[in-house]
């Protein structure tokens, strides 16, 4: 399945957050999403989600999501949400409840989804127990577990120390590669949209445009730490956002 | 690396950082308590406490020890607390559930919340006369005193609690499609239930001394009537028994609702 965006433009009252946002998210592609802080990234998220309606244009689905995917368009949260009154396992589950299949499937899907995720000794731990990055494994988890067409992801490393950061890309690109998925990555880090992102969309700050899609063709399971390649494209889209950050946060300054 | 001077004075860091840090201390209360009566007691054997301020503690337990072997503690404890436990079942579980409608819906918010606000704040017992005329003089009236007087504490702390629920996991809930009564009951309650928890508390406290006006107004059994007979004859011995009957309930009410978080809320951080 593939989604097109067309002319989504969005208002929240007066303030114009989004507009003329036209944009092809290719399936088995990661497109990832940068720009500077308050020009509508999670917003654009929200409405490709349908958490939210666009004020103009429209996001359209090209083709049917494939019949065992239990909610095609799934997210990834920046701040985990995580359900604390529950395990692990517990969260996973609570996402498969609704859909009456029979318990043994549950079963068998949790299984799955903790073991590709390196979490099925963690099951029965709550989570006020694990680190931040265990969190998210457990939230890639849960998104793993409905089987999305695509995967909605906001800042989703953004909480994490650096270290537990690298360690997240890596086990993503190992997912990716071992069964490619359609993913719309938001983030503010370029080094993370440089090692994720097969086409990375710079907007500009409020109201966000398109400034300009970078392609990256360096197969995602190849990104090293610190290739020369990587660096320019990092680089270059530094050079794009640099004055748009600066201006946006001389902006925030003004309200 | 550079290296240190040898030749100046010495000295450790000095401490700074103690205190404002909450440690448990359970024994500090015991020994309160026992320190007090041991004083009273003291006080009111050598008559450095006259005998018509305060009972002799000792007389006290005496007379509660006759009481409980008469077999009229039963007859007086049992009624207030089956009047407890009816009246505040009652208040209890109407609060939360239109506290949780209220939180839910912003049109029975609009409706219930100044309404709410409104009787909030009268003594339920000055309406003890009106719930006689409307419910008579036996157990009714005084479920209905209990029952009114737990419902607007409770109402006002579920809404509250409800509304306190992380609106991102609400979100979450919505962006995996669950159905409307599964974010309530699997996210919604669960969320709310701390605050409604605290707010149980001040309820249930509330609860027993509503019971006691409403057996002080009319009951043959019951604490409140064991007290106003006591206090009417000027027996304070047996109104220090009732009195202390009164604590330790309250004592035992918020070790249940301990208990009761420590069950649904272990979760907590
Ligand atoms: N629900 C909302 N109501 C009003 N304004 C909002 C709302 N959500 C976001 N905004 C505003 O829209 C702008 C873009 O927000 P957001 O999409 O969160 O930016 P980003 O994720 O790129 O940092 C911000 O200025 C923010 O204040
Ligand atoms: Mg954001």
């Given at each position: 399945m593939d989604l097109r965006l067309e002319a989504v433009g969005h208002h929240y009252g007066d303030l114009e957050v989004l507009s003329e946002i036209d944009l092809a998210i290719p399936a088995g592609k990661i497109v990832c999403i940068v720009g500077p802080s308050g020009c509508g990234k999670s917003t654009l998220l929200r409405l490709i989600g349908g958490l939210e309606q666009p004020t103009t244009g429209q996001i359209v689905q090209i083709g049917t999501p494939p019949t065992d995917s239990i909610n095609p368009l799934t997210y990834v949260f920046q701040d985990f949400a995580l359900l604390p009154w529950r395990t692990v396992e517990g969260n996973i589950s609570l996402v498969l409840?609704?859909?009456?299949?029979?318990s043994a499937r549950v079963t068998e899907i949790i299984a799955n989804v903790l073991a590709r995720t390196k979490l099925t000794e963690f099951?029965?731990?709550?989570?006020?127990?694990?680190s931040g990055g265990m969190k998210q494994r457990v939230a890639i988890a849960r998104a793993l577990a409905v089987k999305p067409a695509i995967l909605l992801m906001d800042e989703p490393l953004s909480a994490l120390d650096s270290q537990t950061r690298e360690l997240l890309m890596d086990d993503l690109v190992g997912l990716w590669t071992r069964d490619p998925f359609t993913s719309v990555y938001v983030t503010h880090n370029l080094n993370e949209a440089v090692r994720l992102g097969h086409s990375i969309v710079v907007l500009s700050r409020r109201p966000g445009r398109i400034r300009e899609i970078v392609d990256v063709t360096i197969p995602l399971g190849e990104r090293e730490l610190g290739d020369p390649e990587l660096e320019r494209q990092q680089k270059h889209l530094w050079n794009l956002m640099r004055d748009e950050a600066l201006a946006a946060d001389k902006e925030l300054l003004n309200v | 690396m550079s290296e240190i001077r040898q030749d100046s004075t010495r000295k450790t860091v000095d401490f700074r950082g103690g205190g404002f840090a909450p440690q448990s201390r359970k024994w500090v209360g015991i020994v309160v308590f026992v320190v007090l009566i041991g004083f009273i007691e003291l006080g009111t054997r050598t008559g450095f406490i006259t005998n018509l301020t305060l009972p002799i503690p000792s007389d006290v337990f005496a007379t509660f020890v006759d009481l409980w072997q008469s077999g009229l503690l039963w007859k007086h404890l049992l009624p207030s607390i089956m009047r407890l436990i009816v009246g505040a079942s009652i208040g209890v579980s109407l609060g939360i559930g239109i506290g949780i409608l209220i939180g839910l819906f912003s049109l029975i918010r609009a409706g219930l919340v100044p309404l709410v606000a409104a009787i909030f704040p009268i003594p339920k017992i000055a309406l003890l006369p009106l719930f006689v005329i409307w419910?008579?003089?036996?157990e009714t009236s005084k479920y209905a005193l209990i029952a009114f007087g737990t419902f607007t504490p409770t109402v006002v702390a579920t809404y509250g609690a409800v509304d306190n629920v992380d609106r991102s996991l609400i979100r979450m809930g919505q962006s995996f499609s669950l159905s409307w009564f599964s974010i309530v009951r699997k996210i919604v309650l669960p969320g709310a239930m701390p605050g409604i928890l605290s707010g149980l508390r001040i309820s249930l406290a509330i609860a027993i001394i509503l019971l006691v006006a409403a057996e002080m107004l009319g009951?043959?059994?019951?604490i409140g009537a064991y007290i106003l007979e006591a206090g009417s004859l000027y027996d304070l011995e047996r109104l220090f028994v009732g009195v202390t009957i009164l604590s330790i309930l309250g004592v035992f009410v918020s070790l249940g609702i301990g208990v009761i978080e420590k069950r649904l809320l272990n979760w907590r951080v």
């Open positions: 409840e609704d859909h009456r299949m029979p099951a029965k731990a709550y989570p006020k127990q694990l | 419910f008579g003089i036996d009951a043959e059994f019951g």
